[in-house]
């Protein structure tokens, strides 16, 4: 169950936040205390984005009224669309372009070439997911994602390294991708983990990264990645084949991905985005054996954002309503498309309504 912002326990906020330590008033003890979103005025935050399928537009929505307030993004992290959009994002600010410029972006996007197209019925979806472990092979995400990241000159990760002394080598990005190793059985930071795969983190694409966070079990062909033998921090890895899954299955909404532990100075703070259905979700067809199999895929990555979030994470998270649209919508029509940016952006303005104007 989701906690809203206004059940956030009064007086509780998050630990020591990501960014670049800011000054900060010591306490008596002589400790300093953490930046937290109310009570920083800088106006620089890092962005975390829910996974969410087409929902993902309410994160968008989100995105563009935080900079149309005046707040600056540092890293952006996200799983499955909140990759998407945070890959966007990260490139936009690479090339110093602004905000704003996502949605004429995310306007390129043919949405019903997510999914392949027969005539078969559930027969021929069966042939596919038999030959290819998916019904749709995700092969339009490569080709749009990665053209218009090359647009704004983004290829490989070595195109979003960032310079900060403070933060370890490794982690020098601005952009972080959540998947899921069904093969080690966990999830991954990307490109963070990359070395435990014994390959290198700036030469590895963006868009492969993406499309490997937004590979819905069973419904997008799974990403496979020949790893090498490596060791990293006196842990060895043998190298092989890997299958690589949605981000979300297993951290839809890695809000502390950029904290540090509660012994550090403050940082600036992270806002997340997380996409929540007030109402009740609509009945789904279950009259065939593949209407049964997608009714239960879509009842567990729907439920993701119904799960409970603690006192302190709600009252640095944007909560969005999605509607009735769910992850596959993928024919989701140009009025829901609207419905789900305005829901995104009135949420931020909520949220931010409660927090003092950045500068």
């Not at 054996?289 to 603690?310: G, P, Q, S, W």
Request: charged share 20%; aromatic share 8%; hydrophobic share 40%.
């Amino acid at each position: 169950m989701t906690t809203p912002p206004s059940e956030a326990a009064a007086g509780e906020g998050p630990g020591p936040e990501s960014g670049v330590v800011v000054p900060s008033v010591p306490r008596p003890d002589g400790t300093t205390p953490p930046v937290t979103v109310a009570s920083q005025q800088a106006g620089k935050v890092d962005l975390v984005l829910e996974g969410g399928g087409v929902k993902g537009l309410g994160l968008v929505g989100a995105a563009l009224e935080l900079s149309a307030a005046g707040y600056e993004f540092n890293r952006f992290a996200g799983a499955s669309a909140g990759a998407i959009v945070a890959s966007l994002l990260a490139a936009l600010q690479a090339a110093g372009r602004p905000v704003a410029d996502l949605e004429t972006i995310l306007q390129t996007v043919a949405y019903d070439k997510f999914v392949s197209h027969g005539v078969l019925g559930e027969v021929g979806s069966g042939i596919r997911l038999l030959a290819h472990e998916g019904l749709h092979n995700g092969e339009y995400l490569l080709e749009w994602l990665g053209g218009e990241l090359e647009k704004l000159g983004v290829v490989t990760f070595a195109d979003l390294t960032i310079d900060d002394e403070l933060i370890p080598e490794e982690r020098r990005y601005s952009l972080v991708v959540m998947v899921s190793d069904i093969t080690r059985g966990k999830s991954i930071r990307l490109p963070w983990e990359y070395a435990h795969y014994g390959l290198v983190a700036a030469e590895q694409k963006v868009v492969e990264a993406v499309r490997a966070s937004m590979s819905i079990p069973f419904f997008f062909t799974p990403w496979r990645v020949h790893s090498k033998d490596a060791e990293v921090a006196g842990v060895k890895y043998t190298g092989g084949t890997c299958i690589w899954v949605d981000g979300g299955m297993l951290d839809n909404f890695p809000i502390d991905v950029f904290s540090r532990g509660q012994d550090l100075p403050g940082r600036w703070p992270t806002i997340g985005v997380k996409l929540s259905a007030l109402g009740p979700p609509p009945a789904r067809p279950t009259d065939g054996v593949f209407d049964e199999a997608k009714a239960c895929l879509e009842t567990l990555l729907d439920n993701a954002d119904r799960f409970y979030v603690i006192p302190a994470d709600a009252q640095r998270t944007i909560f969005v309503d999605h509607g009735t649209v769910r992850t596959t919508d993928f024919g989701i029509t140009p009025d829901q498309q609207q419905l789900l940016l305005r829901n995104g952006r009135k949420a931020a303005r909520a949220f931010l309504a409660h927090r003092p104007p950045p500068g």
